[in-house]
């Protein structure tokens, strides 16, 4: 089956150094969606793409979809604070019968203030 | 308010005793889903609906059942828990429309099986 991997596992940053999380599929994916989940919290999305090589920002944050449509990034400037968290990449794997979601492991961010 | 509600938050319960984990959504979406989640390994699917009567296995399904009979509803049932099922169990569900389909999480249960 499809297998997501994300590197690094984890990252401490000085606030204000930037950080970046790569993830990377097995397979060639349909779109690539990212989450983040706050300490004690449920995961949240923050963008889908779905174009090689597509490129979307939403404030401090740039996330990229690779040109094969098999890898992915995002990548934070100026770290803050309340950017820590864990952050997740997934996509959709096809099987016999529909669609399952498949998550990356997760980058977690360390924000030192 | 559109969202994901998940009962109970937190239960403590000991090997065999069956139990239900109810999931519910109030925005008509299709497709529902749940995950655990575990120290180093992400999220991890364990079942998935893609409409009312039909469900399907995830990645991890041994040791789990779920229903769906109605569509805002998707339990998740442990038959005979054991300790390796502790963990922390996220519902989701997401409309199901081809383009965007987010995910929305519920607040979590979080399940110690002593």
């Known amino acids: 089956g499809q297998q997501v991997m994300q590197i690094p596992q984890y990252q401490h940053v000085q606030e204000g150094e930037d950080f970046t999380t790569y993830c990377n599929s097995s397979?060639?994916?349909?779109?690539i969606q990212w989450y983040k989940q706050r300490p004690g919290g449920h995961p949240v999305f923050l963008i889908q793409l779905v174009k090689s090589g597509e490129v979307k920002k939403q404030k401090r944050l740039t996330f990229q979809f690779g040109e094969a449509k098999k890898n992915s990034s995002l990548h934070i400037t100026a770290t803050q604070t309340t950017d820590v968290g864990t952050y997740f990449c997934?996509?959709?794997?096809?099987?016999?019968?529909?669609?399952?979601?498949?998550f990356g492991p997760g980058t977690r961010l360390s924000v030192l203030p | 308010e559109a969202q994901v509600t998940q009962n109970p938050r937190y239960l403590i319960t000991v090997t065999g005793k069956k139990l239900t984990v109810t999931c519910s959504q109030n925005?008509?979406?299709?497709?529902m889903s749940w995950y655990r989640q575990d120290p180093g390994l992400g999220l991890r699917q364990i079942y998935y609906s893609m409409n009312v009567e039909v469900t399907d296995k995830g990645d991890v399904p041994e040791g789990y059942k779920v229903s769906r009979k109605e569509k805002r509803n998707f339990p998740l049932i442990l038959e005979s828990p054991s300790p390796n099922q502790t963990s922390l169990y996220f519902c989701?569900?997401?409309?199901?429309?081809?383009?965007?389909?987010?995910?929305?999480f519920g607040p979590g249960t979080r399940l110690t099986v002593l």
């Open positions: 989701a569900s997401n409309p199901w429309t081809g383009t965007l389909d987010t995910q929305y």
């Open positions: 925005m008509n979406h299709e497709y």
């Open positions: 397979t060639t994916l349909s779109n």
């Open positions: 997934a996509g959709y794997q096809w099987d016999n019968y529909g669609q399952n979601f498949v």
